[in-house]
T-cell receptor, first 118, second 116 residues
């Protein structure tokens, strides 16, 4: 398994500002994932953060709005830029353990960051 | 394309009742993985179980049990003798190969309320 921490755990922000969320893992991992969970909804993958290369964004998400950093194998940040009330969500960091595609691969999640944009 | 359906949006039961959460999936792959996660009110996602497509053996863990049936593409989750602490949103997820490695597709979740 993996132990994942996120900071901040929650925040209330004003429209037009930006917030950077930090994710720390207790072991080295190749890929880290960022998800968004809008109120009452399921999880949607925003992007995959690879160490040493640019993040890979899913359809509907762009780097200008959600810039990601991945400076090393245990840490990543997600910035929510120029926020609007529609960005109010839980943002979750995630990693996979086990060999990719292997029988033991499992995805673990951080505790999430609850963001409310006014 | 893959899809995970959790048709039950919300279920309410009285403590000590048994409850089954349904999950139906669609995939064209022969190798895939299925998961259940629990999200209590605090918000974190807790991993409960992983099942590989080539292993149809059902599993029991304490009050939790899972019924995997490839013939009906279902991976249902039963909680026996439910407790108030079981109240949470439960997500079923499917992982299968894509161009970017294995991707997880989550269902919309089932909110379980266990009443004292």
């Amino acid at each position: 398994s993996a132990v994942i921490s996120q900071k901040p755990s929650r925040d209330i922000c004003q429209r037009g500002t930006s917030l950077t969320i930090q994710c720390q893992v207790d072991s080295q991992v190749t890929m880290m994932f960022w998800y968004r969970q809008q109120p009452g909804q399921s999880l949607t993958l925003i992007a995959t953060a690879n160490q040493g290369s640019e993040a890979t964004y899913e359809s509907g998400f762009v780097i200008d709005k959600f810039p990601i950093s991945r400076p090393n194998l245990t840490f990543s940040t997600l910035t929510v830029s120029n926020m609007s009330p529609e960005d109010s969500s839980i943002y979750l960091c995630s990693v996979k353990t086990g060999m990719s595609g292997g029988a033991m691969e499992t995805q673990y999640f951080g505790p999430g960051t609850r963001l409310l944009v006014l | 394309a893959q899809k995970v359906t959790q048709a039950q949006t919300e279920i309410s039961v009285v403590e000590k009742e048994d409850v089954t959460l349904d999950c139906v999936y669609e995939t064209r792959d022969t190798t895939y993985y299925l998961f259940w996660y629990k999200q209590p009110p605090s918000g974190e996602l807790v991993f409960l179980i992983r099942r590989n497509s080539f292993d149809e053996q059902n599993e029991i863990s304490g009050r939790y049990s899972w019924n995997f049936q490839k013939s009906t593409s279902s991976f249902n989750f039963t909680i026996t003798a439910s407790q108030v602490v079981d109240s949470a949103v439960y997500f079923c997820a499917l992982s299968e190969a894509s161009n970017n490695g294995y991707k997880y597709i989550f269902g919309t979740g089932t909110r379980l309320k266990v009443l004292a």
